[in-house]
């Protein structure tokens, strides 16, 4: 296991709004506002009545003592909170759980680079640098093989200008790759969002023709913790 939460509080999730707020239903009835740290659609994710957990801080600073962590999908848990997958891969990067990666002897965080004035989420020193960028993914279609990974779930310029800077990276003769956090456990393959964001997927491709590394990886979700499975297929 890469991450363990702190005690989680099981709930059911009485309404999503206003992207950041989510109302969840304790066991002895209480309803507590719980921050939702995921502003995308969260396609498929968020249907009411779903189990759900929750973790709790005790900081005077914070507005909202609760945060969303995780809702049960047809069975299996998906994670919520998109501020963890960077740095469950910080964790798997310390302890060189990625066997896909080439190797490297250290890295750094959130550097500079590019033309679009960007910041890469990881930079691997080696021999030849590798500039990794991470995203996350909940969103899933049914294929015949099972279910297939999906990203994004709506239009990301931001994801098509990091597509871009990766691109040129490796045309020019760097290490480039992008590890997609696929937080559930029950996908069988990757494919681009092509319906949401058509773009994006066109430079997804460019990506991969220029020799950028796509890692799906997805994640073993439990109210213990997150556990690395396996990189799963991309399809084109």
């Not at 990067?93 to 910041?119: C, I, K, M, N, W």
Request: glycine share 8%; with cysteine; net charge neutral.
């Amino acid at each position: 296991m890469i991450y363990r939460y702190p005690p989680l509080l099981p709930g059911v999730l009485v309404k999503r709004y206003k992207r950041f707020f989510a109302d969840i239903a304790l066991a002895d009835g209480t309803v507590v506002t719980a921050h939702c740290p995921n502003t995308g659609p969260m396609t498929e994710i968020s249907t009411v009545g779903s189990a759900v957990y929750i973790s709790e801080a005790n900081s005077p600073a914070r507005k909202l003592a609760y945060t969303w962590e995780m809702i049960q999908v047809d069975g299996s848990w998906v994670g919520v909170n998109t501020h963890l997958p960077n740095r469950v891969v910080a964790l798997g990067l310390a302890d060189h759980q990625f066997a896909d990666l080439p190797s490297y002897t250290r890295f750094q965080p959130e550097v500079p680079y590019g033309s679009e004035q960007s910041r890469i989420d990881f930079l691997l020193h080696s021999e030849r640098p590798l500039y990794l960028e991470v995203k996350s993914t909940t969103w899933t279609q049914p294929t015949p093989e099972g279910r297939r990974a999906i990203f994004p779930d709506t239009v990301t310029t931001r994801g098509q200008k990091h597509l871009r800077e990766l691109t040129a990276l490796a045309e020019q003769g760097l290490g480039a790759a992008i590890l997609y956090f696929i937080n559930r456990g029950d996908c069988v393959s990757f494919s681009p969002g092509d319906g949401p964001d058509p773009e994006y997927g066109r430079l997804l491709r460019r990506a991969v023709a220029a020799g950028v590394l796509v890692l799906p990886y997805r994640f073993m979700v439990s109210p213990l913790g997150l556990t690395l499975g396996e990189r799963v297929p991309v399809v084109l």
